[in-house]
Each structure stands twice: as C-alpha cells, then as structure tokens.
C-alpha cells in the first residue's frame, strides 16, 4: 500500500442469475482476486459524492452515494465521525438477479496515516498489534468493532440478512467465500495474530430483484481516536498542544458514535437533504452553486480542527510541513461560508481573534506569534460586526465590544493619529510584505472596520 493508504477496505457487489455469477470491486482497480468495474462516472454537489458505475457484463445497475452530514445551525451534528455509503442496486433486466454486497474494512486502529502498511496480506505497520475486532448483530444492524492501543473504529450494514466475518486470511480466500453463495463465513471474535499487525474484518447482505425491482443498502464507517493531536509539536504558543477532539465530549468511543448515527439517522439524513435539496433547488448559477457549497468542505478537511477544550484551530493548508502558526486573520477573513451556515462557529472564532489581543490593541496576524497584517486586524473587526448581525441578541456584541474597540484604537493611533480617514506609515499585509500609505484595498477595510465600529458602538 502507498503512503497513507489503509488497504483491504472496499465494496463489491456479487451477482447471480441464470446460473452464472459475477463478482466486482466497487471501483476502477482490482483489489487482489476481485476484479474491477470497467468504468464510472462521479458527481459531487457538496456534500455528496455519487458514484454511477458501468459494467456490461453485470445484469444490475450499482451506484454508490457517500457522505457525511452536514447541517447548517447544527454544529455537533456537522462534526460526526462518520462516513455514510448508500449502494443502489436496479435490474433493468427480465430476469430475477440475487444480489450481494461486500463491504471489508482494515482495523486501522493505530495507523498514523504518515507512512505505509506493508508486509504479507499488507497488515504490518508499527502502530499495529493489540488490534481486535468483534461481531456484533442487532435487529437491523450487524457490525464489527474494531479497537486497538490508540481507539477504535466501527462498520455497520443497515439489513436484516447478514453473515459477517471478524478476520479473513487473505484476499483470494475472501473472494472464493464471497463469491461462493454471497454469504461470508468465519469468527466472531479476532485480534492482532502477532505484534505489528492488525486484522481485517468484512460484512456482507444478501437480496433477491425481480425485474424492475431496486434496493438500497447503508454502510457507515465510524472513528475514534482520543487525545489526538493537531499540526506541529514543535509550536507551543498555539492553544491546541493538549490534544484530543471535540468529538471526545459527546461520545465514548467509536461504536457510541455509530449508535447515535442509527439512533438519529432519520434526521441526520433528511436534513443534510434539505440542505443539499435549498442549495441547489436555487436560481443563481450551477457554478456559483458548486463553488459557493464545495468550498464548506474546508470545515470538514485536515485544515481544520476542533479540540477537546473547545478551540477551532484552521491551517493555511493541508501541508504536514506547515511553517505557520494557525488561524491565520490576514487568510481567514476573506472567508463568509462558515460563519453564515454556523454563526455560532463564527462567534466562537471572533472570541478567539479577540483572545490574542495585546494591551496595546494590537491583533496579532497568528495566534501564538507577535507579527502584524493590518487586512486581518481589519478583518477581525469586520467579523465582530459580521457575527453579531448573525446572532438573536445583543449577548455576544456586548462581550467583544470592549476589546473590538481597543482594536480599533490602536489602529487609529497607530496608522491614522492626525484624523483623516487616510493611513500612514509602514504595515503589513497579506501579500507578505510591507506596503505605506493609503491604498484602495487597505484604506476600504480601514473605513469598513470604521463604520462597523460606529454601528456596533451605537
């Protein structure tokens, strides 16, 4: 497997019909024994990503729709570690067709996602070796806890017929037991067989269609690992160093989290539809739409994060080598997305702005160091006005105003002592270096950060 790669983790779907069968990987590569689809196509209005593929030796139609929720004013349930896939399956043919789906899936508990899983059947990695997997049915639900030394994962199929698997041996014994009957056989119970390695699990479920006839089966993959960490160690000025997630407040582990997906599925479905359905039921232009939706997605990458004790920390990007200090004001508040589709994310991130303020007034460009970007003091400002237009009280102004003012202050003494509206001296910006005077740019955001003060002081 390639760097930060989990192997052993796809779909496949088995067919039946007339006494032939065929077996396929839910994807465009073979994966071992399980051949590839010969072709997809891929749509994505975020935050689903559908999967329509193309295979004329099948005699059912397959796609697959995946994503996670996503709920605009709902901000825990925005920030679930979970993965949904959704598999269709049509018949457009005459004839009845069984159906199975396979879904298989690495224990990666303790896996890094920084260097490679490698080995024999690729199970080896340093991270590995006290991993254990478990089967577990319930009406409607079968599926495998995964846990190790460094927290747990969870797969679930959402159906009534399920056969399942805790570990299997490798990848052509997985696909002549698949491929046999669609139905998996093996333990219900499995761990790590020797240190640095893990073990991988599979769930299967199996239906008749009759011609016309379509079904749709959920998967969800669920996470959880305490006392991560975020970004670089080697920064101890940045508020997040003691580690671990958000998420660690409202579950106790992975399969907690995947009980509250299946507890409240209805709603956390439904209305990240209505979401997707508000978005794009609008007049303004498809690509307008695509860029407007496709760029939240930043909320939900590795450049952002969410810490146990409530911080919201943003990268300037995705690089594991970033050289900056995080929550970047000159980058951060050109951005209007999150703060309307979660205004209390916006609050939370202008009290973190604030927090960062010196005696003097002074904002500093990042937290955790001491540089200046006047287009990101200005911006802070803006975004203290912006977030109180956006809350249903007065609550949150009245709190930030003091030091919004202090802000505003400095700015003016600093850059503008005579009065005029226009600034002077030396400062810099985003475009990392120092610019003097009044320019059109700098001098609108003075004025904005200005007349927001005055409203936000009457």
Known sequence: AGSGIVPNSFFALRTKTDGVTHVKALQTSSVGSFPAMNNLTFQGE??????????????????????????????KNSAIPSGIFRIKVSNPSSEEVEVSLLATQQNAVGFTGYDTIAGQNNRVNKGYGQNQNIVDAEPGKTSIKMTGTAGSMQLSAYAKKVSSTASWESLTSLFNDFSDDGQ???EESASSPEAETTVDGAIATGF????GEEKEITFVLSW???????????????????????????WSDASDVDSYVKDNF???????????????SATIPRYVLDRITSNICVLKSPTSFWTKEDYFGIWESTSFKEEWFGNCKHVLHYAQGHARSYPELGRKLRIQDLNTITDEGFLPS?????????????????????????????????????????????????????????????????????????????????????????????
Not at 208 to 211: M, V, Y
Not at 225 to 250: A, L
Not at 266 to 280: F, I, N, S
Request: hydrophobic share 35%.
């Open 366 to 458: 990042r937290d955790g160091e001491w540089n200046d970007a006047m287009d990101g003091h200005f911006g802070s400002i803006l975004g203290v006005y912006r977030e109180h237009l956006l809350s249903d009280n007065n609550d949150f102004l009245k709190a930030a105003w003091p030091r919004a003012k202090r802000a505003m202050d400095f700015a003016i003494d600093t850059y503008d002592n005579d009065g005029d509206g226009m600034m002077s001296g030396s400062y810099h910006n985003t475009l990392d270096c120092n610019v003097s005077g009044t320019s059109p740019w700098m001098g609108t955001l003075y004025m904005a950060a200005l007349k927001a003060c005055e409203r936000m002081a009457a």
């Open 266 to 280: 209805d709603y956390l479905d439904a209305t990240t539809r209505l979401y997707h359905k508000t978005m794009y």
């Open 224 to 250: 959880y690992f305490p006392q991560g960490t975020f970004g670089r160690s080697d920064i101890p000025e940045w508020y997040f160093v003691k580690g671990g997630s958000q998420y660690e407040n409202w």
């Open 46 to 75: 975020y935050p689903f990503g559908w999967f329509q593929f193309e295979d004329d030796e099948l005699p059912v139609e397959v796609s697959l729709e995946a994503y996670n929720p996503l709920i605009p004013m709902d901000l």
């Open 208 to 211: 008749s269609l009759k011609p």
């Open 184 to 186: 998996l056989t093996g």
